[in-house]
């Protein structure tokens, strides 16, 4: 327990920037001390989600909806580039995180102190709410054709997680990538209606690393939950080309 614990100490402490691969590389921290941090700072004025129609299909067709999470720093714009290369027929719902960090967004706070860092439950279940409501949204103004299904990267990997147990009855299922549920959020008990989640991870992860993820996935499975984790050798705090082919795999069945 005492590892896992600063496994999770030591990753919050790296969390600076989330954006996507294909995204400008986040800049190199300053050699001078800093104060302490939130990422919640203003709302941001204006969000507006990214659709996109894929496989050939039309807009006013009923298509499967995938519903997908940029991380910290990112935006939907940037992170909607996650679909290039999908082939199957869905209707894609890129969501913007509600409040400003740096050039993107962030879905929940997070706060680096002298004395460690705060872990961020409650704004995950915050968050959770949130999109649980911009799904049901867009389900109603969009033909859908069955459950949609979450995926999201680092900070919208984390949610992803959290969805699929807290909001299980919204989704098919869950595809958390480089992302995991902080301890104080695993049930002690299975939820009803949870939805089955395929984590995908990396095993060279330096920003969030997989051990949290391989713990909590344990303890859903010991629940008797539908979770499964599968790791990428060698691959760090991105979505390479084997992991996003297994990815498509995930939200197209």
């Known amino acids: 327990m005492r590892r896992l614990v600063a496994a999770l100490a030591a990753a ?12 400008e590389p986040p800049r190199a ?12 700072q203003a709302p941001r004025p204006g969000l507006v989600r990214v659709e996109l129609v894929k496989g050939g299909a039309a807009p006013t067709d009923a298509l499967p909806l995938i519903v997908a999470l940029h991380g910290l720093g990112d935006d939907a714009q940037n992170f909607s580039a996650v679909f290039d290369g999908l082939e199957a027929r869905a209707r894609g719902g890129v969501l913007p995180a509600p409040t400003r960090h740096g050039a993107g967004g962030s879905w929940f706070a997070t706060r680096r102190e002298a004395g460690g860092v705060t872990a961020p439950t409650a704004g995950l279940v915050a968050a959770a709410e949130l999109v649980a409501a911009e799904v049901r949204a867009i389900v ?32 098919a299922r869950a595809v958390p990538v480089a992302g995991w549920l902080p301890e104080p959020l695993w049930p002690a008990v299975a939820p009803p209606g949870a939805a089955p989640i395929v984590a995908l991870h990396g095993d ?23 979770v499964e984790l599968r ?3 060698g691959v760090r705090h991105s979505i390479l080309r084997e992991e996003r082919a297994v990815m498509f795999v995930e939200l197209s069945r």
Not at 13 to 21: H, K, N
Not at 29 to 39: D, L, V, W
Not at 204 to 219: E, F, S
Request: glycine share 10%.
């Open 12 to 23: 919050w402490a790296l969390v600076a920037c989330d954006r996507a691969p294909g995204a």
């Open 29 to 40: 921290a300053p050699s001078a001390p800093r104060p302490p941090i939130s990422s919640a």
């Open 140 to 171: 109603a103004a969009r033909p859908t054709a069955g459950k949609p299904v979450v995926t999201g990267f680092s900070q919208g990997g984390m949610l992803s997680f959290t969805l699929a147990l807290r909001h299980g009855e919204l989704f």
């Open 204 to 226: 060279a992860d330096d920003v969030l690393p997989v051990a949290p993820t391989r713990a909590g996935v344990a303890h859903l499975r010991g629940l008797g939950l539908e």
């Open 231 to 233: 790791e990428f050798h």
